[in-house]
DNA sequence: GACTAGCATTTCATATTATGCAATTTATTT
DNA sequence: AAATAAATTGCATAATATGAAATGCTAGTC
């Protein structure tokens, strides 16, 4: 048994230990199906999964066959309605997303401001709950919908309290976005363009000494949001929770809305100390 | 009442065409674990799925290793954080009224009716995709246009299945605005200007009974419409979809094509139970 | 603490079936 | 309309998934 300089490396075995090849292939697709923005050439998958287009043209046969992957008919693969299914179904096995959804239209009466529940996918942010509540309707969101890392309140708690790896391809590709956009960032972060490393690691411990994120009317028009996360027994992020409201003084520190924010994630922390 | 063993077996053609075997075989017990309700043994998934243990735990052996799937150490199966991602991915590309008004020719067909797909704005049910039926029929309706709660069908799917929050404003100047004019819903409900609550409340029961809302030619003379949900996972109306007719037998409860709204709007919702 | 029962897991010889080349069909571009 | 590129299907072969049986665990019982 050879033993690997690279134990750093967050590689993964190509074959898992008393599994299927095929299987172990397959499942390497799917998930570079799920990593794809949108609907995908079969060629395009084959090529990032390193496998003949034949290999993979078979595979999304059965994924299709499964409701795990559809095609537009002519060539183009993206996930299918199965993939949401079981992924409702483990998320509806997280103790911790029922708990806080199931609490959630509490918080929403006290503060009287929407309320959003997000967990860290693939993509980002993505909202997994959500309670509106009476003033504003943001048409454009909704359960799915996924946030940018550094413009959002949401992005940032998760930036500051996940590791870095789980993080850093994300905030990668967000970067070079927005280098083509310096104006959204220039406001709040003057020298991201120059020093990004820096301007990024102040913004982490800004939120982790105050315990959660805001952001101002920048990101989405109009409007502001709060968000603090619930963080599990090793102090990582297990979801954000988010308010949103058109009210600039809702989102000051010592506003009520925010000591509730901040009460309720509290309450939902492994440690309560 | 004996209840089967075998209440989780995934019915569909057993093999793809053009697929893997394997594969096939092995996505029919990602299914049984996600339909399961948490840890599951090896030897109920094989039984679920009819087949040998052997191979259920190879399979397994591969979930896991892709993290699809999680065990507790000890021969008890869940599914794990990859299937969350996979899944949150595939949330998070569906846009849901896209994916409904791309199917909404087929419904116009098969109905011969006018069918319109509406969300909730700020002003109350809006009107965001529309097809008409070769039948004409003659209206002021459009993309934009918004309809009232209570005298419309459409507004009373959203009563019935939207938070309270969400509605009572709108509601609330509704009632008023109706009070000056009690004939427009004397006829249905005789008492509404005496106890709104109480008549309001009954008719959101009867709707969400009936899963639809109708209404005759009252509204806009000489014009009856059906509307059905189409509910996310929390239950809550996401959209709703409304048939517009000058046939008052259309919308007659065992009418085809209620049957065939309800149909198209189960197939759009999050969870069919 | 040893024994047993009921699992999950691993081994291994065999045949099934996944594989990739090449051919064919379908889409896209010139 | 012809040519190019891409997706899909057929087929012979070798790789590998398979299930019976053996082994290894865990938990419950005396």
Redo the contacts between chains.
Sequence with gaps: MVKTKDQNLIV??SQ?????Q???S???L??VL??QM?LTSLGDLAKACGIPTTKA???L??????G?AQTDGNGRY??????????????S??DIVNAVGDALPEL?RDTGITALVS?W???GP?V???????AP?I?SL?????FPILTSATGQVFLAYLPKVMTTDLLKSELTRIRRQPYLLENTFPDTAQNPTKAISALENETRELGYATVDGRFIPGLVAAAAPVLDWQNEAELAITLISSDPSAILPDAMQVQKLLEFTREFSASRG
Tied chains: 1, 2.
């Design positions: 993964r075995e898992s230990a008393g599994g299927i095929s299987l172990d397959a499942l390497v799917l998930e799920a990593a949108g043209h078979r595979y046969s059965s994924f299709v066959h499964a795990l993206d996930l299918g309605k199965g993939a949401m299914e079981i992924g409702l179904a483990a998320l096995r997280r929403v967990v996918g693939t993509s993505t997994v709950r959500w309670q509106r509540a009476a309707v048409t909704g359960l799915g919908t996924t």
